[in-house]
């Protein structure tokens, strides 16, 4: 049973499409998050929501935008994809008090072509 | 701002000997740290939490110390093998991670 599942795993469109990531966990958390991880390989936030409360929400093009219908889902939506967007993207989850370690998903690989 | 960083992009040791990466930060006083392992094509994987109260956590062969004076965490595993060959990455509590150590452990 996936703890933190992401659909789709491969997704290559063209330049200038709106394409959509869905996230869904399992595990209870009450918070969620959308990391970008290049080319480089470097991860970096995007955003988190906090009981379908945006807590953190990083510098990005507002092509992106994050939606939690509820706490078990964060889908991220890609308005006007560019080729720089081409990259994975992880979806995590973990519960703010306790212990906080987060679970991530296996990730989406985004191609634009 | 605050920075984190992983000051060795890849280190490669021999089996059997003694890994040791380094995390740093600037800007920042977390409460704790975190450590994680990503395999290629895969998504990171939780390994080890340590508080700012802490001075040290053991999790079998892994190691990881927190030096809030110096700012620092060092994160060793001992008794290196090929089957530890990954990226190993720092979080702050913020959930902000470093850019990762790759590691490669050589037969």
């Known amino acids: 049973d996936t703890a933190v599942s992401q659909t789709p795993k491969y997704l290559v469109t063209q330049m200038g499409n709106d394409k959509s990531i869905k996230c869904e966990q399992n595990?209870?958390?009450?918070?969620m998050y959308w990391y970008k991880q290049d080319s480089k390989k470097f991860l970096k936030i995007m955003f988190s929501?906090?009981?379908?409360?945006?807590?953190i929400n990083e510098t990005v093009p507002n092509r992106f935008s994050p939606k939690s219908p509820d706490k078990a889902h964060l889908n991220l939506h890609i308005n006007s994809l560019e080729l720089g967007d081409s990259a994975v993207y992880f979806c995590?989850?973990?519960?703010?008090?306790?212990?906080?370690?987060?679970?991530f998903g296996e990730g989406s690989r985004l191609t634009v072509l | 701002s605050q920075k984190i960083e992983q000051n060795s992009e890849a280190l490669n040791i021999q089996e059997g000997k003694t890994a040791t990466l380094t995390c740093n930060y600037t800007?920042?006083?977390?409460?704790?740290l975190q450590w994680y392992r990503q395999d290629p094509g895969r998504g990171p994987v939780f390994l080890l939490l340590?508080?700012?109260?802490?001075k040290e956590k053991r999790k079998e062969r892994l190691k990881v110390t927190f030096d809030t004076t110096l700012k620092q965490s060092l994160f060793h595993i001992t008794a290196s093998q090929p089957a530890d060959s990954a990226t190993y990455l720092c979080?702050?509590?913020?959930?902000?991670f470093g850019a990762g150590t790759r590691l490669t452990v050589k037969p």
């Open positions: 995590a989850s973990n519960q703010i008090a306790g212990g906080r370690e987060l679970f």
């Open positions: 595990l209870g958390h009450d918070t």
């Open positions: 929501y906090n009981n379908k409360e945006l807590i």
């Open positions: 800007n920042y006083s977390p409460a704790y």
């Open positions: 340590i508080r700012e109260n802490e």
């Open positions: 979080a702050l509590e913020d959930m902000r």
